[in-house]
Nanobody, 121 residues
């Protein structure tokens, strides 16, 4: 019923930039928050950045000042602008959304399939 699709990943040199997009589609009544997570090989998935419908944003310490999360409510889309990329940013980036489906009263979390970001030195 709900699908999250990420795009914008790729290969970039250290110091470069990428912009990730995540589009949520389906039988969506309302979105409470959208977030970006990442998982590097051999590591646990970690929160990168998150913004809520109330306008608050949070960032992992490792990306503060380099990454910016934003959204377009009308398009059910989230963005992650990544600047000054470092090799340690290499990971699969996942989009997540907490939302309600029409006809329900619960908020549930949905995930995209991920997009690879590789930063070369």
């Amino acid at each position: 019923q709900v699908q999250l699709v990420e795009s914008g990943g790729g290969l970039v040199q250290s110091g470069g930039s990428l912009r990730l997009s995540c589009v949520a589609s389906g039988n969506i009544f309302s979105i409470d928050s959208m977030a970006w997570y990442r998982q590097a090989p051999g590591k646990q998935r970690e929160l990168v950045a998150k913004f809520s419908s109330g306008g608050t944003s949070v960032y992992a310490d490792s990306v503060k000042g380099r990454f910016t999360v934003s959204g377009d409510d009308a398009k059910n889309t989230a963005y992650l602008q990544m600047n000054d990329l470092k090799t340690e940013d290499t990971a699969v980036y996942y989009c997540s959304a907490r939302l309600r489906i029409w006809g329900t009263t619960t908020w549930d979390d949905y995930w995209g399939q991920g997009t690879q970001v590789t930063v070369s030195s």
